[in-house]
DNA sequence: TCGACTGTACTAAGGTTGCCGAACAAAGCA
DNA sequence: TGCTTTGTTCGGCAACCTTAGTACAGTCGA
């Protein structure tokens, strides 16, 4: 069931794309946050979704290498493989963290902008 | 045609799924190691492909921040957004090229292994 | 002005991805 | 021994991505 890659099996092509989904760059952000999380408190988290669904975006985050997945009890642990991540690919996941935040930041101010004032004339 | 996002319309997402195709990173590393190119120069360097799927691929990296695309004369001159995206993501682009460069490196010392010593029993 | 060159626009096929519901498996609890 | 909880697997469906072929538009040189 597993089929996690090792650590110099892992593609940054793979941790890219497996990334540049919303859902799974949330995922990552919560995991980064938190320590272990099975895959329904994760799932409550991001307000969604089936659960099926959430398995889909489990594997395509375990096959690229960014999470380890690994069955306790009648649950399934998820966690960061920040070590690894961080030994092949030294700061990328900091500045996609630091990144998402930022992005997160803006856009909230964004929106205060377009409801305060007017929007400084964005078509 | 051109459809540049500004700065601070530059999504994270955008530019990790942009950057996850082989084909967009390898574009983005040799934008990266010389100043401006245009089209043909590029497709030249990757051995690829039709004229028209580059295209595509430019309108990608292009609306997601990535390269700036302007036309000169009856090029269309292609280059890294590097300070745009340095500024909204500091560290990201380093970390993603070097990391391009390592997984490559480590590629290649893979390939030397398993011809000259037998690959170490993998599957 | 004509022709070569550079790249875009449009179209389409084939594959992949994302999403979901239903059925299933395994672990724990009563 | 059942019932509940937790996720997975499977099948199907719609949307999107990647690739490429063909036709076209703008620019430069002769």
Redesign the interface.
Known sequence: MSRHPDR?QI????????????VR?AVVRVLDAGGEHNCGSVLGLLGITAKSTMTHHWRVLRESGVIWQHPSGRENLLSLRRDDLDA?????L???L???D??EA?EKARRLMSVGGRDRSET
Not at 11 to 22: D, T
Not at 88 to 92: A, E, Q, S, V
């Open positions: 110099d593609r940054i092509e793979s941790v890219l794309s497996a990334l540049g989904s919303p760059l092949r690919y030294p700061g990328l900091d500045a996609i630091a990144g998402a930022g992005d803006l």
